[in-house]
């Protein structure tokens, strides 16, 4: 049974740059939530979606960062324009409503130049 | 403002010897708490979870303690093994109201030495 499926795995890009990440969440999740782990900052919950519809973005660092979940098994965080300080691990993860088990992605590594 | 406070950020420990790690949260709404392990190159997997309304869970030779008054629970690794060498993550949700997502803490580094 497939896991939660990021990509890219890694992305170097240069500043001023767009960068979009994608994930499809495990089939049959309703709930997809997107982190981003630093090593000064931790895992930051950046946005989670319920059923598809975004519920709590507050952890958005900044207008640069967009997230869309057009459908039940795909979702994207774009960064636009990317900058240095963007340069993380992004992970995407899901699970089904309520408490309970969050299955994380492998991550997708960003580095911006 | 961080809700979630992990401690030690690093941990060496001998093999067969006892892992402890501890964690404090803020939030008295939280009602569920897991701690993941990562590996490098890895995300964050779930490896036990406990919620309020018990002071101890334990599956093999991992063990969750939770003292509500305190606001405090930690992790006991028993008979650590070099297997265990990982990051580890406490975190805390409040499942009531939709706003379960997971708040994390720092992370612990964790070396069992052979």
């Known amino acids: 049974d497939a896991g939660v499926i990021q990509s890219p795995r890694h992305e170097v890009t240069e500043m001023g740059q767009e960068v979009t990440l994608r994930c499809k969440p495990i089939?049959?999740?309703?709930?997809l939530f997107w982190y981003r782990q630093t090593m000064m900052r931790g895992l930051e919950l950046l946005i989670y979606f319920n059923n598809n519809v975004p519920i709590d973005d507050s952890g958005m660092p900044e207008d640069r960062f967009s997230a869309k979940m057009p459908n039940a098994s795909f979702s994207t965080l774009k960064i636009q324009p990317s900058e240095p300080r963007d340069s993380a691990v992004y992970f995407c993860a899901s699970k089904l409503g309520g408490p309970g088990e969050l299955f994380f992605g492998e991550g997708s590594r960003l580095t911006v130049l | 403002q961080q809700q979630v406070k992990q401690s030690p950020q690093s941990l060496i420990v001998q093999k067969g010897g006892i892992s402890i790690i501890n964690c404090a949260y803020e939030?008295?709404?939280?009602?569920?708490f897991p701690w993941y392990q990562q590996f490098p190159g890895k995300g964050p997997a779930l490896l036990i979870a406990?919620?309020?309304?018990?002071s101890e869970k334990k599956e093999g030779r991992f063990t969750i303690s939770f003292n509500k008054s305190a606001k405090q629970f930690s992790l006991h690794i028993m008979d650590s093994q070099p297997g265990d060498s990982a990051t580890y993550f406490c975190?805390?949700?409040?499942?009531?109201?939709?706003?379960?997502?997971?708040?994390f803490g720092k992370g612990t580094h964790l070396i069992i030495q052979p």
């Open positions: 939030n008295t709404a939280f009602d569920y």
């Open positions: 975190a805390a949700s409040n499942s009531g109201g939709g706003a379960d997502g997971l708040t």
């Open positions: 089939s049959g999740h309703n709930s």
């Open positions: 406990i919620r309020p309304d018990v």
